[in-house]
């Protein structure tokens, strides 16, 4: 014969063994006088369950009669099984959550890695009065997912057992309403309780298995206002998982818009990037504690297999970025690689899918796991000790953090080994991995801040030079509007950026008359361009000084470009001599506009291309009041919002209407600027009589 | 804003029987095009590649890096005696491609078929 527990249970006593509940005072007499006695009623009361509890691994077997659950049914002799006492010692709590009244589970008492179903079963005797209603209070700490029978008739479950395998969520407390029909009076009620629990959870947590707090049993309302007691207690033991998921968000969104500061760092978007994720994992973990949105399952494998390896390998790349390495260039793809290894070893290691692999090949995957995590974090350090040896202070700021940082990346390893990695004040979970992310985020924010600061610093720096490059180009560029005998002379400059690639540079001969003009455009726009213009200018000038024959100008223009990479430039020279005859030598700049109409000219390569390039010459002569318009590709290449060019026939149409420099320049720049305008117009005018004083042009060489 | 570049390769026999390698461009062609003209005219075997075209008809924007690119390839291709042929270029850029003289390096046309006919 089964040794059986019997425990009395009155809900109109509720003397002695309870071990919780609730009472009701009621007055008899309203208003009585001295000498009445007050009666109190003690009712609405419940008694932890804590056992001796019969305990079984494996799963029952169909009775052939009823065909429901054998081991659930009343009759079913349990002799045999084993007893557990689900009593806790003193100030016993759950080493992860924090709950009080903690037991350990199987795996702690003699079914050591044991995962699948097992079965308790306890006998308990009621007395309940007419109308009383009783409910039980689910143990609020299992592992992992129960389903819960009275006297063979299921009351309810905990997760989802419609499927071969059943779904599992986050412990929390349930409520179960007994049948009045089968406890009213005195009766004896069989509980059992079938559970199930997942591979993975053996492997995380120490001491898993079951139940690891005893159920309650009694009223209905007791046992409601228990439930409510300990959603508290989970919440409160949870209460730091929501802030952590607002405090990530917010440092990812702070990441993302420091690239609007310095789009050249690349080290926000990583940033942003990897606290995104741990906001995420943070989420993640938000909902499966409190809601049932997302099950067990679906929480180990967002986690597990997709944000871990993406975080490992995000931080990695984190400050191979921020200490700006170049070498090894292998790095990076050694990270990701990383990152998919644990995905895998995460995946098979934790059995995640345990009908795909064995025991025992999933336990080779645990231990990859954990080679993949510790050569992650040799490779972090690594990238860290090349980032000490470059930066300095940065790296030993950040190196604590980023050592606890990883360390808690083996917290369940950790706490398989009974080692403390949470801590409880005021009830509320603290553990290593979040210690170890709230100093990283310090640090982080510091640093962030600190690189910032240098960050503008430089860029203030930078826009001063390309300022004072700006100026440098503006002296070296004529007047728009210069008189010489013979020539007036007006010019149009408006660069796409704040410094252009376009020049011109006109040279009047000390003695003849003549005139030389020489204007260009290097390839590429900016400051790059701007540098490359000045040497131009200067090459130019000196060129000028000792010849100013075009076809002798562009030689040198050639010669100083060639050899400089992807220097190139298109240049047209022309010499203009007192009497109008003009000599013009073109390197695929746009020919001249005479009187409105393009000079035809064969085209040529650009300077910097050959050592010895065919330019195009031709000669013509300026009659009084023609004349001569140069363009930049600027004017023909401005384009719409449409995509539609300004084009060659509108520079035409708008020339021979005889629009100034300064109009033309508007009229394409109105149209869509997308290139360096330059516009020179030369026009023949009558010789100055001699005598007559001539104007000195100010920028004359 | 402007467009990536993209590349791919085409292998054709012209009309008189000879392989043609067809290198086709889209977007828009700039400083940042070097892996696409470039980096793709050099993937190419000098010693078996004797004929190429080049298609220009999904460009929609060259600036002068871009043109230095081309004019690069060209006087490679040249170098390596190879006959060069585009076509698919818009009036304007034909103008701009005859200007910096391309035209010395590379016959021009309006169609594929015209090109291929001309090798």
Same mark, same amino acid.
């Given at each position: 014969?089964?040794?059986?527990?019997?425990?009395?249970?009155? =809900?109109?006593?509720?003397?002695?063994?309870?071990?919780?509940?609730?009472?009701?005072?009621?007055?008899?007499?309203?208003? $009585?006088?001295?000498?009445?006695?007050?009666?109190?009623?003690?009712?609405? +009361?419940?008694?932890?369950? /804590?056992?001796?509890?019969?305990?079984?691994?494996?799963?029952?077997?169909?009775?052939?009669?009823?065909?429901?659950?054998?081991?659930?049914?009343?009759?079913?002799?349990? +002799?045999?099984?084993?007893?557990?006492?689900?009593?806790?010692?003193?100030?016993?709590?759950?080493?992860?959550?924090?709950?009080?009244?903690?037991?350990?589970?199987?795996?702690?008492?003699?079914?050591?890695?044991?995962?699948?179903?097992?079965? /308790? &079963?306890?006998?308990?005797?009621?007395?309940?009065?007419?109308?009383?209603?009783?409910?039980?209070?689910?143990?609020?700490?299992?592992?992992?997912?129960?389903?819960?029978?009275?006297?063979?008739?299921?009351?309810? *479950?905990?997760?989802?057992?419609?499927?071969?395998?059943?779904?599992?969520?986050?412990?929390?407390?349930?409520?179960?309403?007994?049948?009045?029909?089968?406890?009213?009076?005195?009766?004896?009620?069989?509980?059992?309780?079938?559970?199930?629990?997942?591979?993975?959870?053996?492997?995380?947590?120490?001491?898993?298995?079951?139940?690891?707090?005893?159920?309650?049993?009694?009223?209905?309302?007791?046992?409601?206002?228990?439930?409510?007691?300990?959603?508290?207690?989970?919440?409160?033991?949870?209460?730091?998982?929501?802030?952590?998921?607002?405090? /990530?968000?917010?440092?990812?969104?702070?990441?993302?818009?420091?690239?609007?500061?310095?789009?050249?760092?690349?080290?926000?978007?990583?940033?942003?990037?990897?606290?995104?994720?741990?906001?995420?994992? *943070?989420?993640?973990?938000?909902?499966?504690?409190?809601?049932?949105?997302? +099950?067990?399952?679906?929480?180990?494998?967002?986690?597990?297999?997709?944000?871990?390896?993406?975080?490992?390998?995000?931080?990695?790349?984190?400050?191979?970025?921020?200490?700006?390495?170049? @070498?090894?260039?292998?790095?990076?793809?050694?990270?990701?690689?990383?990152?998919?290894?644990?995905?895998?070893?995460?995946?098979?290691?934790?059995?995640?899918?345990?009908? !795909?692999?064995?025991?025992?090949?999933?336990?080779?995957?645990?231990?990859?796991?954990?080679?993949?995590?510790?050569?992650?974090?040799?490779?972090?350090?690594?990238?860290?000790?090349?980032?000490?040896?470059?930066?300095?202070?940065?790296?030993?700021?950040?190196?604590?953090?980023?050592?606890?940082?990883?360390?808690?990346?083996?917290?369940?390893?950790?706490?398989?080994?009974?080692?403390?990695? /949470?801590?409880?004040?005021?009830?509320?979970?603290? $553990?290593?991995?979040?210690?170890?992310?709230?100093?990283?985020? =310090?640090?982080?924010?510091?640093?962030?801040?600190?690189?910032?600061?240098?960050?503008?610093?430089?860029?203030?720096?930078?826009?001063?030079?390309?300022?004072?490059?700006?100026?440098?180009?503006?002296?070296?560029?004529?007047?728009?509007?210069?008189?010489?005998?013979?020539?007036?002379?007006?010019?149009?400059? @408006?660069?796409?950026?704040?410094?252009?690639?376009?020049?011109?540079?006109?040279?009047?001969?000390?003695?003849?008359?003549?005139?030389?003009?020489?204007?260009?455009?290097?390839?590429?726009?900016?400051?790059?361009?701007?540098?490359?213009?000045? %040497?131009?200018?200067?090459?130019? &000038?000196?060129?000028?000084?000792?010849?100013?024959?075009?076809?002798?100008? !562009?030689?040198?223009?050639?010669?100083?470009?060639?050899?400089?990479?992807?220097?190139?430039?298109?240049?047209?020279?022309?010499?203009?001599?007192?009497?109008?005859?003009?000599?013009?030598?073109?390197?695929? #700049?746009?020919?001249?506009? !005479?009187?409105?109409?393009?000079?035809?000219?064969?085209?040529?390569?650009?300077?910097?291309?050959?050592?010895?390039?065919?330019?195009?010459?031709? #000669?013509?002569?300026?009659?009084?009041?023609?004349?001569?318009?140069?363009?930049?590709?600027?004017?023909?290449?401005?384009?719409?919002?449409?995509?539609?060019?300004?084009?060659?026939?509108?520079?035409?149409? %708008?020339?021979?209407?005889?629009?100034?420099?300064?109009?033309?320049?508007?009229?394409?720049?109105?149209?869509?600027?997308?290139?360096?305008? *330059?516009?020179?117009?030369?026009?023949?005018?009558?010789?100055?009589?001699?005598?007559? @004083?001539?104007?000195?042009?100010?920028?004359?060489? | 804003?402007?467009?990536?570049?993209?590349?791919?390769?085409?292998?054709?026999?012209?009309?008189?029987?000879?392989?043609?390698?067809?290198?086709?461009?889209?977007?828009?062609?700039?400083?940042?095009?070097?892996?696409?003209?470039?980096?793709?005219?050099?993937?190419?075997?000098?010693?078996?590649?004797?004929?190429?075209?080049?298609?220009?008809?999904?460009?929609?924007?060259?600036?002068?890096?871009?043109?230095?690119?081309?004019?690069?390839?060209?006087?490679?291709?040249?170098?390596?005696?190879?006959?060069?042929?585009?076509?698919?270029?818009?009036?304007?850029?034909?103008?701009?491609?005859?200007?910096?003289?391309?035209?010395?390096?590379?016959?021009?046309?309006?169609?594929?078929?015209?090109?291929?006919?001309?090798?």
């Amino acid at each position: 014969m089964a040794r059986r527990f019997l425990l009395l249970f009155s =809900l109109l006593s509720g003397l002695g063994c309870f071990g919780w509940a609730q009472a009701r005072v009621v007055p008899n007499k309203p208003g $009585g006088g001295p000498g009445d006695t007050t009666s109190v009623t003690i009712g609405q +009361s419940s008694a932890r369950l /804590y056992g001796p509890w019969k305990f079984t691994v494996g799963d029952s077997p169909i009775d052939p009669v009823t065909h429901e659950q054998l081991w659930a049914e009343p009759g079913f002799d349990d +002799s045999g099984w084993e007893t557990v006492d689900l009593t806790s010692a003193e100030g016993a709590i759950d080493p992860t959550a924090g709950l009080s009244g903690y037991v350990p589970g199987w795996t702690a008492k003699g079914h050591r890695g044991y995962w699948g179903y097992a079965w /308790y &079963r306890i006998r308990v005797r009621v007395n309940v009065k007419p109308g009383e209603k009783l409910a039980v209070g689910g143990p609020s700490d299992v592992d992992d997912a129960y389903q819960l029978m009275a006297n063979g008739v299921l009351l309810g *479950s905990f997760g989802d057992f419609s499927r071969s395998r059943p779904s599992i969520y986050n412990t929390r407390p349930m409520i179960f309403q007994l049948p009045q029909q089968d406890v009213e009076g005195p009766a004896s009620v069989v509980l059992a309780f079938r559970f199930w629990m997942e591979p993975t959870t053996a492997m995380q947590q120490p001491d898993a298995g079951g139940m690891h707090n005893a159920p309650l049993l009694g009223d209905a309302g007791t046992v409601a206002g228990d439930f409510q007691s300990q959603w508290v207690e989970l919440s409160r033991a949870y209460a730091t998982t929501p802030i952590f998921a607002f405090l /990530y968000l917010l440092l990812a969104l702070t990441a993302f818009s420091l690239v609007f500061f310095d789009r050249s760092d690349r080290v926000y978007l990583w940033i942003g990037g990897v606290y995104l994720l741990a906001a995420t994992s *943070s989420i993640v973990l938000t909902l499966t504690v409190w809601t049932q949105a997302l +099950s067990g399952e679906a929480g180990n494998v967002i986690t597990d297999i997709l944000l871990t390896p993406l975080t490992s390998a995000g931080w990695a790349m984190i400050w191979w970025v921020w200490f700006r390495l170049r @070498r090894p260039a292998w790095l990076p793809t050694a990270a990701f690689a990383l990152a998919a290894l644990l995905a895998l070893s995460n995946a098979l290691g934790e059995n995640l899918w345990f009908t !795909l692999v064995p025991g025992p090949v999933s336990a080779a995957f645990h231990v990859i796991s954990m080679a993949a995590r510790l050569a992650t974090l040799a490779l972090v350090l690594w990238i860290f000790i090349e980032g000490i040896r470059t930066q300095g202070v940065e790296g030993w700021l950040a190196l604590p953090a980023l050592l606890l940082h990883g360390f808690s990346r083996f917290q369940n390893e950790l706490s398989i080994l009974h080692l403390q990695i /949470y801590w409880f004040p005021f009830g509320v979970q603290f $553990g290593i991995g979040q210690l170890a992310g709230l100093l990283l985020l =310090l640090v982080l924010v510091l640093l962030l801040g600190r690189r910032l600061y240098f960050s503008v610093l430089k860029q203030r720096r930078m826009a001063l030079d390309v300022k004072q490059a700006q100026e440098v180009q503006q002296v070296i560029l004529p007047r728009a509007r210069v008189s010489l005998p013979g020539f007036e002379i007006e010019s149009e400059y @408006r660069p796409a950026q704040e410094v252009g690639g376009d020049f011109f540079q006109i040279v009047p001969h000390p003695s003849n008359g003549s005139l030389l003009i020489v204007a260009g455009d290097v390839a590429g726009k900016g400051l790059k361009a701007g540098m490359l213009v000045a %040497l131009l200018v200067g090459a130019a &000038r000196t060129a000028a000084e000792t010849d100013p024959e075009p076809m002798f100008v !562009l030689g040198a223009l050639n010669r100083r470009l060639l050899g400089r990479g992807d220097a190139q430039a298109t240049c047209l020279a022309l010499s203009i001599a007192a009497d109008g005859g003009v000599t013009l030598a073109n390197a695929g #700049h746009m020919p001249p506009y !005479l009187n409105g109409q393009p000079v035809a000219m064969e085209g040529a390569l650009p300077l910097g291309m050959l050592p010895g390039p065919d330019f195009s010459v031709m #000669h013509f002569k300026l009659a009084e009041s023609d004349r001569l318009v140069l363009v930049s590709d600027g004017i023909a290449e401005a384009t719409d919002a449409e995509g539609r060019l300004f084009g060659f026939e509108r520079t035409e149409q %708008l020339l021979k209407a005889g629009l100034s420099a300064a109009d033309l320049a508007a009229a394409a720049q109105r149209f869509g600027q997308a290139d360096d305008i *330059s516009v020179i117009a030369v026009t023949k005018i009558a010789a100055t009589l001699p005598g007559a @004083r001539e104007p000195v042009p100010e920028w004359s060489i | 804003m402007q467009s990536e570049t993209k590349a791919h390769m085409e292998q054709l026999t012209s009309p008189a029987g000879h392989p043609v390698t067809v290198l086709r461009f889209e977007g828009d062609i700039a400083s940042t095009s070097k892996d696409a003209v470039l980096g793709t005219y050099q993937a190419l075997p000098k010693a078996t590649v004797k004929s190429v075209l080049l298609d220009f008809s999904k460009v929609d924007y060259i600036n002068s890096s871009g043109i230095a690119l081309v004019i690069q390839m060209l006087i490679e291709a040249s170098n390596s005696d190879q006959k060069v042929y585009a076509f698919g270029l818009s009036p304007h850029f034909t103008k701009v491609f005859t200007m910096v003289g391309i035209t010395k390096y590379a016959g021009l046309f309006a169609t594929q078929a015209e090109a291929l006919a001309a090798l």
